[in-house]
């Protein structure tokens, strides 16, 4: 009886064990083929340009202006320039975020429509942004300073809209005063940005985030 009892546990713990090393090479096939696929993607990946600063509409694409990366598009890629392609020396067709894959349809060798110049300036600290960084987008406000101006009618002004922040002087902010800073500004806003300068208020304000 009792040899029988025994004979039973051991079928039973055999049962077990057996049930047990099929799970475990399931698992082991399972991470094996997952190894695969994934390599098998990594192998179909393809190098293509991104940009590594960002890049407005005019903008000559530069050599640090760009880098190569790696990816996956198994349907798109055909919409992305290659790294085996060069673009340098090409022209923004429009606005190109840092980091943003760089599509054929957003350089170009002629460029038609209008060029930006990057125009410094320095702004009080309380007239922008205490958090504003490089490349975030911002419109430029002129506001009458009433014992500066004669024209007592003057109004406050949109002079340019969505324009890129090209630089800004951290140090500048850290120590007080006013902020150096370097905006991309479209060629035809220019000459007014730089006309109310010294007779209004200029002030930064940040479109998105």
Known sequence: MNNLNLDSI???ALKRATAK????IALL????FAAFAITGKANRSVAIWSASSDLVAGDLITKSSIKRVKVFLPESSSKYLSANSRIENQIATRRIVSGELIPSS???TNFEGESVRSV???????DLPSDLTSGQ???IYSLPQPDLNSQKNQKTELI?????VE???IKSRDMGGDIGIVLKIPEPDVISLLSSVNSSRIVVVRNAI
């Open 10 to 12: 051991k079928e039973v």
């Open 160 to 164: 340019s809209e969505a324009v890129i």
């Open 137 to 139: 987008s911002v419109d």
């Open 120 to 126: 410094p300036l320095r702004i009080s600290r309380n």
């Open 21 to 24: 090393t099929y799970f475990a």
């Open 29 to 32: 096939l399972l991470s094996l």
């Open 167 to 169: 630089s800004i002087d």
């Open 106 to 108: 957003a350089i170009s």
